[in-house]
C-alpha cells in the first residue's frame, strides 16, 4: 500500500475517434441472455441464434500517424466509457490482447510531461492509500495507482467496483484517447478484468462478447461490439462459423494446427511454433524474426519497405487451419495501400510475449469475431460479415 503520491512500482503484465452508445435504441433493448451454439459433431463449429439479443455499443476509428516512416499510419478503435458516480467521460482504446483497463490520472501533470496534455483525468481522492501499479510495453512504461469504481459503457451497462489502473506517469501521447481497456479474462496477476466483473454482476447472461471492425472506417462509425453474445445482423448466417479452442487462462490465444503462405509453413509440418495472440489493440501483425525473413522473401519489399502494388493480386493467402477447418486471410488485407504505395502489415515481434503470431486489426476486419468465455469450453469463433 502506498500514498497517492508514490509512484513506486510492481508490475502487473498488459500487453477504437469519438463514440457514443447505440442511438436511438429504448432502454430494455440494451443487455440481454444471448448463446451460441455448436453444431459440428467434432464440436468445431458455431452457429449464430436468429432470436438473440446483445447490448451494443459503436465504436469509433481514429487514424494514428505518429508512426515510422509515415508508412504505418494505423486505425485504432476506441469506444467512450464513463467513470465513477459523476459519469466522466473517457475515450479508450479496445484491446484484446491486453488484461487491464487503464486511464490518465490528475497526477499526470501537463506542466511535467506533455504526454499528459490534452488528456480526460480521472480524479484521486486526497490522502487515501493506493496499490501501485506499472504496465510494460515494448516502447516504455505506463505506471500510477490502482483503484475500484463503477464503469458506465452503456445506458444500462454499469458494472460496478472495477480495479483499474489511473496513470501518473505515461510512456507516449496516447493521441485521440485516454487510455486502454483490456478485454482478457483475468489480469496478470490474477485479479478479475471488466469482463469478470460483467459476467459475475450478471450483467451478461453468456460469458461472451464479439467484435465488428470495419476496414477504412472514420471517426463517425469504426464497428461495435457487443457484449454478452453477437449482432446477427452483421454475421452471414449461411456461412457456418469456425470455431478455435481458446488456451485455458482466459487469455484471447489460440493454438492452430497449420498456418502457411504460398507452400511455405510457419506452423504445422514438424514446426511448432503455433500460438495465436488476436489483438485488437495492434494495427498490424507480428512474428518471429525467422518468420519475418520468410515472408519477405515471398512479399519481395524494397529497401523502403513498400510492396509492388500490382502484385498484391497475385499474392497468395495466409491459411491459417483449426482442426481440418480453414480460415484465410487474402492478401488485399495484410498488404494495405496508402496514396498508391503499398506495404505490408506482418511485423517483427519485439514483444517478448508469449505467443509466435499476433493477429491484430487486418484480421477482424475481414472476420465477425466472438470470444467466449465458458468454463472448461473458451472458444475464439470467426465469422463471415455480411
Request: charged content about 30%; aromatic content about 10%.
Amino acid at each position: 500500500m502506498y500514498s497517492r503520491v508514490c509512484l513506486l512500482c510492481i508490475i502487473v503484465t498488459l500487453s477504437l475517434g469519438y463514440v457514443a452508445s447505440k442511438p436511438g435504441a429504448e432502454e430494455n433493448d440494451r443487455i440481454f441472455s444471448v448463446n451460441f451454439d455448436v453444431i459440428h459433431p467434432r464440436d468445431r463449429f458455431c452457429k449464430l441464434m436468429s432470436n438473440q439479443s446483445k447490448c451494443e455499443v459503436k465504436l469509433s476509428g481514429i487514424m494514428d500517424a505518429a508512426l515510422v516512416n509515415n508508412l504505418d499510419d494505423a486505425m485504432r478503435y476506441i469506444i467512450t466509457i464513463k467513470i465513477g458516480k459523476k459519469q466522466q467521460a473517457f475515450k479508450v482504446l479496445l484491446d484484446t490482447g491486453a488484461d487491464i483497463l487503464w486511464v490518465f490520472s490528475d497526477e499526470c501533470l501537463d506542466e511535467e510531461d506533455e504526454n499528459c496534455e490534452g488528456h480526460a483525468k480521472y480524479e484521486l481522492e486526497e490522502d487515501k492509500e493506493y496499490k501501485i501499479f506499472k504496465i510494460g510495453y515494448a516502447d516504455g512504461e505506463v505506471s500510477g495507482v490502482k483503484v475500484a469504481d463503477e464503469i458506465h459503457l452503456a445506458t444500462k451497462l454499469i458494472v460496478k467496483d472495477v480495479m483499474f489502473g489511473a496513470a501518473g506517469e505515461v510512456n507516449d501521447e496516447y493521441e485521440g484517447y485516454d487510455g486502454i481497456m483490456g478485454l482478457n479474462m483475468y489480469l496478470g496477476d490474477g485479479e478479475p478484468s471488466i469482463i469478470y466483473y460483467m459476467i459475475k454482476q450478471k450483467l451478461i447472461k453468456e460469458p461472451s462478447y464479439s467484435i465488428y471492425l470495419k476496414g477504412g472506417a472514420t471517426a463517425v462509425d469504426g464497428g461495435e461490439i457487443t457484449f454478452g453474445g453477437h449482432n446477427e445482423k452483421l454475421v452471414n448466417l449461411k456461412i457456418d462459423g469456425v470455431k478455435a479452442k481458446m488456451i485455458a487462462g482466459g487469455k484471447t490465444r489460440t493454438k492452430m494446427t497449420s498456418l502457411k503462405l504460398g507452400e511455405e509453413f510457419f506452423c504445422g509440418k514438424d514446426i511448432n511454433k503455433c500460438i495465436a495472440l488476436l489483438d485488437t489493440g495492434n494495427a498490424d501483425m507480428h512474428v518471429q524474426k525467422n518468420f519475418l525473413d520468410k515472408i519477405n522473401s515471398i512479399l519481395k519489399p524494397g529497401d523502403d519497405g513498400l510492396v509492388d502494388c500490382k502484385t498484391r493480386e497475385s499474392t497468395p493467402a495466409i491459411e491459417i487451419m483449426f482442426g481440418k477447418h480453414l480460415i484465410t486471410l487474402e492478401a488485399k488485407y495484410y498488404i494495405q495501400e496508402d496514396d498508391r504505395e503499398c506495404f505490408s502489415t506482418i511485423k517483427l515481434n519485439d514483444f517478448g510475449e508469449d505467443f509466435d503470431w499476433s493477429f491484430g486489426v487486418p484480421l477482424f476486419v475481414k472476420y465477425y469475431v466472438q470470444f467466449d468465455f465458458k468454463a472448461k469450453n473458451e472458444a475464439i469463433c470467426f465469422y463471415a460479415k455480411l
